[in-house]
């Protein structure tokens, strides 16, 4: 009975503590989504090409987007084959290690912001223009293709 209440009771501080830190709820919901994102990397294959998510640009043009074969890319990474997840799309690779330096990041920043409650602003201040850097080399060129569509307009 008390190992019950004992349980109980870290679950309460667990959920007032995200409550009361919004910075590690966000870094879980994160974790979560990329966790996610692996795990539809992993369940859909490749070979069968049985993607529920579909280009929606492609289906409209009949002409591929810088996006496109990104999922397939992600499912060949997870598997190992890197050399065939170049060939759907170039910029699988770096979109795929955003994902998972994120991923670590999320975790480390977490234990970090726990532990050291005095370094928390500018832990996260680091987290920010760390992470702003890491996206903007991973989506650069997704970018690039944004506005260059918008300047032949």
Not at 21 to 35: D, K, M, R
Not at 43 to 61: A, G
Not at 67 to 91: K, P
Not at 101 to 117: G, K
Request: glycine share 6%.
């Amino acid at each position: 009975m008390t190992l019950h209440l004992r349980k109980s009771k870290l679950l309460n501080q667990l959920k007032a503590s995200l409550r009361n830190e919004p910075y590690l709820f966000i870094n879980i919901f994160f974790a979560g989504v990329i966790l996610l994102i692996i795990a539809y990397s992993g369940i859909f294959s490749p070979d069968k090409d049985n993607y529920p998510v579909v280009c929606i640009h492609q289906k409209l043009t009949g002409q591929p987007c810088f996006s496109c074969g990104l999922s397939h890319s992600f499912s060949l990474i997870v598997r190992g084959r890197i050399s065939e997840a170049y060939q759907w799309n170039i910029y699988g690779m770096r979109v795929f290690l955003f994902f998972t330096s994120q991923l670590i990041l999320r975790i480390a920043f977490s234990i970090f912001y726990t532990r050291y409650p005095d370094t928390r602003r500018q832990l996260i201040f680091v987290d920010c223009i760390g992470s702003g850097i890491i996206f903007l080399f991973a989506f650069w060129p997704f970018i690039a293709s944004i506005f260059s569509g918008i300047l032949k307009i």
